[in-house]
């Protein structure tokens, strides 16, 4: 690890000087970790840093956090984008199933929440992603046995996970103007070119590097972000989790595991176990994309999954309600 370069990345990153050394510990720690696989902290293969963290977890260690913050910088430092696939990997809505035991306790009552959930322990942060699906079969059948499918689905919809970030520009955007399916063909060529620009840098878009097959598959699905007006809805379809590896793949099980983002539920898509997940959790995914209409019409609106791979589908399709005064704008 060449250290002093690296304190010198993170302290024009605007990294706090003791953060800086928590990060340097936990790396060195990791380091350690490595050697007796003779591997080092600038080479290792995919899984090390799961087998890592769960080791940490195993032993009580409350590092983890640290540690991923720490990788993903020391990734961006080296331009090793495969550190930062995997930690997206693992630490993907890591805090979801916190927060619906939080929303539980708010909207019916901290002893309800505690029967939910008594003797089932929340995965922490840093287990293997493919485990996590087993907790959420479980969850998801008590809470509907307590509260019912409707309720069950009312604790979801706001999205239990996740921001839409900045979207500042995308909303002055939409008012200057003044037209949605204009809106929707700016928002997408900009994707486009967003795309384009990570193919040309070799970085990536989320948790995935893109190449000319993915901005083929995007030019070629209209609806995939951030959507097409279909009458009084907008039909907005997610870029798979895994685009090339949707596209390679024949099997249609595998196209929806690679199309999922939510790692609470990808496991059960990969093993097959998924119908023993309540295809409503998708709600939570439509939550995600409703934060982002909210904003842009500036008033809550309705979203509805269509197709998941809980429903059976190989993408994640979602209708947008447009408000009645939007709608007038485009008859």
């Not at 250290?3 to 510990?25: D, G, H, P, W």
């Not at 940490?56 to 956090?65: A, E, G, H, Q, R």
């Not at 020391?74 to 916190?98: P, Q």
Request: charged letters at 35%.
């Amino acid at each position: 690890m060449d250290e002093n370069n690296f304190r010198e990345f993170l302290s024009k990153n605007n990294v706090a000087t003791e953060k800086i050394a928590s990060f340097i510990l936990r790396l060195k720690e990791f380091d350690d970790f490595l050697k007796y696989k003779d591997y080092n902290i600038d080479s290792f293969p995919k899984g090390e840093i799961i087998n890592y963290t769960e080791y940490l977890i195993t032993n009580s260690k409350d590092t983890v956090f640290d540690l991923l913050r720490a990788l993903i910088n020391y990734g961006n430092f080296i331009k090793n984008y495969d550190y930062i696939v995997e930690i997206i990997d693992i630490s993907e809505s890591y805090n979801a199933m916190d927060n619906l035991n939080q929303r539980i306790a708010e909207k019916f009552g901290e002893k309800l929440r505690d029967k939910i959930f008594d003797n089932i322990e929340i995965p922490p942060l840093g287990v293997d992603p493919e485990k996590k699906p087993e907790f959420t079969k479980a969850i998801l059948k008590r809470l509907e046995e307590k509260i019912g499918k409707e309720k069950s689905i009312e604790l979801l919809k706001p999205c239990l996970h996740g921001r839409p970030g900045d979207i500042k520009k995308d909303r002055e955007d939409f008012l200057r103007l003044n037209d949605i399916d204009e809106f929707l063909k700016l928002k997408k060529q900009e994707l486009i070119g967003r795309l384009q620009q990570h193919q040309k840098e070799g970085t990536l878009e989320f948790a995935q590097y893109i190449n000319e097959e993915v901005i083929d598959f995007v030019k070629k699905n209209p609806s995939i972000n951030p959507g097409i007006r279909e009458g009084d809805k907008i039909i907005t379809t997610k870029l798979p989790y895994q685009t090339k590896r949707h596209m390679k793949t024949k099997d249609k099980r595998m196209k929806g595991f690679y199309s999922c983002y939510c790692p609470w539920v990808r496991g059960a898509i990969k093993n097959g176990t998924d119908q023993e997940i309540s295809s409503y959790f998708c709600y939570c995914s439509a939550g995600y994309t409703k934060k982002y209409w909210d904003i842009i019409f500036d008033q809550p609106v309705e979203v509805e999954p269509i197709e998941t791979p809980l429903t059976g589908g190989t993408l994640c399709k979602f209708a947008v309600q447009i408000p009645k005064e939007f709608q007038k704008k485009i008859e």
